[in-house]
């Protein structure tokens, strides 16, 4: 959805938000370093000068580089890409890769109980 919004009929937003910089049409994404609520980061207006943001968030980034998991969650909590927001594939509430199987047993295998 998020890479066709051709195909699923949203909006789409182009911004270079991507590990390479590259300029792309996807659906609407704001990295977390344009929204830093920290007066060091911030003008009078509420403005994030992005690269304070990018500093304050990569400071924090190196303090859970010990652990490689807590780094991952963070990085997909407070994401500068969309490829990290979808890093926790698997991972959260909604396990893709679990839903995909209990489709398959059910719509190809008929393993479903009764109802």
């Known amino acids: 959805m998020y890479y066709n919004t051709d195909v699923y009929d949203i909006l789409p937003y182009h911004h270079n938000y991507t590990p390479a910089g590259d300029q792309v049409s996807t659906a609407y994404f704001i990295p977390a370093y344009t929204i830093v609520n920290r007066p060091d980061c911030t003008d009078e207006r509420g403005w994030t000068d992005p690269e304070k943001g990018k500093a304050y968030y990569n400071a924090e980034r190196d ?19 969309a490829e990290e927001a979808f890093s926790l594939e698997g991972e959260n509430k909604f396990n893709k890769v679990i839903i995909a199987e209990q489709l ?10 009764k109802v």
């Open 63 to 81: 303090k859970k580089a010990k652990d490689p998991n807590a780094l991952i969650i963070y990085c997909a909590e407070y994401c500068f890409t």
């Open 104 to 113: 398959a047993n059910i719509r190809l295998h008929k393993m479903a109980p």
